[in-house]
């Protein structure tokens, strides 16, 4: 029996693990599983760069701190009580003597943080700006193997359909340079090739097939930030603009009820959200007042051209893709210019420790050089549609004592509207409970918002997101949600509005300080279109049910040796069709500091599914700022090695290899990436230099 052979071969692995930034990869394979059109790639963009832009935990002004990825309120208005009583902070480990912050909590925003005494800035001069300015190169390349057919010569390959050939190499690069001066002054740019696109030559004369770019300026004065170039925008729950981080419904995580992250740089390499003009905010005692004007171009599939011009005139979509290899993919590429212009106004109060308010009106307006008309499917009903839309809405924090309400309403120029409020509350150190209600009208048109839902468009939804985080004691944790969920109107592959619901828990037992266990167990269920019979002109709907089953057990042997297990087990039913059930186990190790060899991370895992509907979406070690995920179905072993060298203090190397071995196929993939054989593997090389 196929489960007593995993439980078998479980128990005869040692039963070790290694503590780790294990929530980011959790949050990102949920983000994966749920295969929105934009997928994980904005979510991984927004941690890379918030990590890239760590935030200074000794910041004057407490919105900053609302950037910092798993903070509750609670946490924030700890950590700021404690520096109104003890003065600044002088060490991430000093957070261990504010409630709230466990060492697990402290492990999670350790990359997105940093501490840099207020008292110790020195003044801005050219000399300083020179001397102390910090320099950060960061340069990547990738490549599979074994390369797959659409690298073969086309007329053997091929044939006529020129669109099964890559005519770039398989090689993927990548580079990002920054500069800072404190949190005062940032300047970077970046470059990105995809696998098979030309390089210098071809489509892509100009060498890298993306590029990004900023220059920031804060807290000169009243000007807040200033940021020239590539930029993220989110102001309230995110409803009337939001094209930062959403981490959605997840255990152990507070979606966070902060508001206005407001404008930051970025050097996001997906085409498909990016930003690109000129960003400030201007903030006066409790005023702020944001700005912002993008103009950039967007890929599309054209439906019309113009016969004079020979441009777009009508578009089907927005291309998410960034892969411009063939000539259907380079067809896509930059037919749509969009001018985005917005601004925000709020208004914040905190006359004492135990209260606070805030309140903000934000408006987008955003005009396309095309019309964008959907495909006339009954789901596309209520989609945008046209070249010119505006948005406006008002969005609301207050804060009572342990009490945190909150809330965004917004309206589309179609007259459709959206709108979520919450709660959050601490009655405890230890316990945070949050509670979310969101209504989307099917008919709210807004490709900017990225408010908390299960859907990748804020419209047509409504929904009620529970949420419970509670330390039992100093050795027991326990984290869980439940989202109950409508479609009042039709949904791809739905074809009746239907209802579902999702939850979660995760319990978290600290054996000893050098042991731990962790239980997750996560269910959805929703409907689909089930399978058309003879007579029948609608699709019936059928229940779907997925279902997952994970433990974990780690141990700290040590600094230098750290060793972590992993064994889940996935079911997918549906009425009428064979349940899918998947088994995945995975050993990880990881050796610290060996003199130039700083660390060695090693994972050997085992996967076996029914089908693709059981498949795992793997988070697995990899270099830094680039997170590496893997999709595993079928039968097989999977392996991963990462080395990360440091020659002397300003140098860093990575190279990180992974290989899967299938035992139930001889070929992967399809069309153009279809390979023959049952190996497929895939070497990085990373190269930092910091001065």
């Known amino acids: 029996m196929k489960i007593v052979r995993f439980v078998l071969l479980f128990w005869m692995i040692p039963v070790f693990a290694f503590c780790q930034f294990d929530h980011l990869g959790e949050i990102v394979e949920k983000a994966a599983e749920q295969e929105t059109e934009s997928g994980y790639d904005d979510l991984v963009e927004e941690f890379v760069e918030k990590a890239s832009h760590p935030v200074n935990l000794n910041t004057r002004k407490q919105e900053d701190l609302y950037e910092i990825p798993f903070l509750s309120p609670a946490h924030v208005k700890n950590l700021m009580d ?94 990002r340079y920054q500069f800072t001066w404190f949190d ?32 920031t300026l804060n807290n000169i004065g009243v000007m807040s930030r200033l940021v020239v170039g590539n930029f993220r925008v989110q102001f309230g729950q995110g409803l009337t603009i939001g094209t930062g981080m959403t981490a959605g419904s997840m255990p152990g995580s507070v979606p966070s009820p902060a508001g206005p992250a407001g404008i930051r740089p970025a050097l996001g390499i997906n ?26 171009s967007r890929g599309g599939t054209v439906t019309k051209i113009d016969s004079i011009s020979g441009r777009a005139e009508e578009i089907s979509s927005i291309y998410s893709g960034g892969y411009h290899r063939t000539p259907s993919e380079i067809g896509k590429q930059d037919i749509l210019d969009e001018l985005l212009v917005g601004g925000h106004l709020g208004f914040s109060a905190s006359p004492g420790q135990n209260w606070g308010f805030s309140a903000g009106l934000t408006g987008t307006y955003v005009h396309y050089s095309a019309a964008i008309k959907p495909e006339q499917d009954p789901y596309n009903l209520f989609r945008f549609s046209g070249t010119v839309n505006h948005n406006l809405g008002f969005d609301f924090r207050l804060r009572i004592g342990k009490l945190f309400l909150f809330g965004e309403v917004s309206r589309s120029m179609n007259g459709g509207w959206a709108g979520i409020v919450g709660c959050t509350f601490t009655p405890g150190q230890n316990v945070t409970v949050h509670a979310r209600y969101r209504y989307y009208q099917p008919d709210f048109q807004n490709l900017f918002s ?18 419970l985080n509670a330390a039992i004691s100093s050795k027991i944790s326990l984290s869980g949600y439940a989202d109950l969920f409508s479609f009042p109107w039709l949904k791809y592959r739905v074809d009746a509005p239907t209802r579902g619901h999702e939850s979660g828990v995760i319990l978290d037992l600290r054996v000893s300080k050098i042991s731990g266990f962790e239980f997750r167990y996560y269910r959805k269920h929703t409907r689909i279109n089930g399978v058309v019979t003879n007579g029948m002109h609608l699709h019936p709907l059928t229940d779907n049910t997925v279902q997952s089953f994970r433990t974990v057990f780690d141990l700290s042997a040590g600094e230098r040796l750290l060793l972590r297990t992993r064994i889940e087990f996935r079911a997918v039913s549906r009425p009428a069709c064979s349940v899918q059930q998947g088994f995945l186990l995975y050993q990880d190790a990881r050796l610290n500091n060996f003199g130039w060899l700083a660390g060695v991370t090693l994972r050997v ?62 070929e992967t993939g399809s069309g153009a990436d279809l390979t023959e054989g049952n190996v497929k593997a895939e070497v990085t090389a990373q190269l930092q230099i910091k001065l």
């Open 271 to 296: 085409e498909a959200t990016g930003l690109r003009g000129i960003a400030v905010t201007l903030r006066k005692t409790h005023t702020e007042l944001s700005g912002f004007v993008s103009y950039t």
């Open 605 to 666: 895992g085992i996967f076996d599914t029914d089908g693709y509907d059981a498949r795992f979406y793997v988070f697995e070690p990899g270099v830094l700022y680039d997170y590496s995920m893997a999709c595993l179905d079928g039968k097989g072993m999977r392996y991963c090695l990462v080395l990360k060298a440091k020659p002397c203090n300003q140098v860093n190397f990575w190279l990180q290899g992974g290989v899967t071995v299938y035992t139930d196929r001889t």
């Open 184 to 215: 005062k002054i940032g300047f970077g740019f970046s470059g990105e090739k995809d696998p098979g696109e030309e390089f210098f030559k071809g489509a892509q004369k100009n060498g890298f097939d993306f590029y990004g770019g900023y220059l």
């Open 82 to 175: 404690y520096r109104s009583t003890y003065g600044e902070l002088f060490s991430i480990y000093e957070l261990r003597t504010i409630p709230g912050f466990d060492s697990l909590m402290i492990c999670k925003i350790a990359p997105f943080v940093n501490v840099i005494p207020d008292s110790h800035l020195p003044a801005f001069s050219f000399r300083n700006l020179f001397k102390l300015g910090r320099h950060d190169l960061m340069m990547r390349a990738r490549q599979a193997f074994p390369v797959s057919n659409g690298y073969q010569r086309p007329d053997t390959t091929a044939g006529l359909n020129s669109n099964l050939y890559y005519p770039g190499d398989p090689r993927y690069y990548y580079f």
């Open 450 to 467: 990225n408010a908390l839902g299960q859907g990748s468009a804020n419209a047509n939804e409504e929904g009620i997101f529970l949420s």
